[in-house]
């Protein structure tokens, strides 16, 4: 019988300690997301908002701290670009062809000549950012899966 408490006692704590290691672990990758969106824009993610938005846009952006935040996440925290291994998943997603451009700010936007994962820009796609929904698509002719996390996802 005391065996039987004992090993009962083990097995609570240790349950009990998982739980706040998840718990931890979930509550600092929370942490590194907001402290990656205090660094300022990089020119990167600057030469981004003017291709596809415009200059003037990106001094909005600079005036606006929730607009440049917003951005900043997007950019830093909510878009993924990954080479998939097993091409026969591939046809299992839409191509970012059939999303569109958006052309709000920047009717001249133009398809790009050729992928480069480096200097890929997803706000140049009509994504809506704002949605509840993740997104996923295929990059036209390469292995590489576009995707864009909710900004509702825990």
Partial sequence: MRKLILISC?????????????????KKQELNKLEVLKAPLSEKEKSLIVEAYSLEYLNLVQKNKSLEIRFKDILRNRVRLTEVVYKEKLDLYPLLSSIGF?????????????????????????????????????????????????????
């Fill in 10 to 26: 083990a097995l609570v704590a240790f349950c009990f300690s998982n739980s706040v290691l998840s718990q931890t672990k979930n």
């Fill in 102 to 154: 958006y052309t709000e700010f920047n009717k001249n936007l133009d398809k790009d000549k050729a992928f480069n994962k480096e200097n890929f820009n997803v706000l140049k796609y009509n994504f809506n950012f704002d949605s509840d929904i993740n997104y996923a698509v295929r990059i036209d002719n390469t292995n590489f899966i576009l995707r864009v996390d909710s900004q509702f996802k825990k």
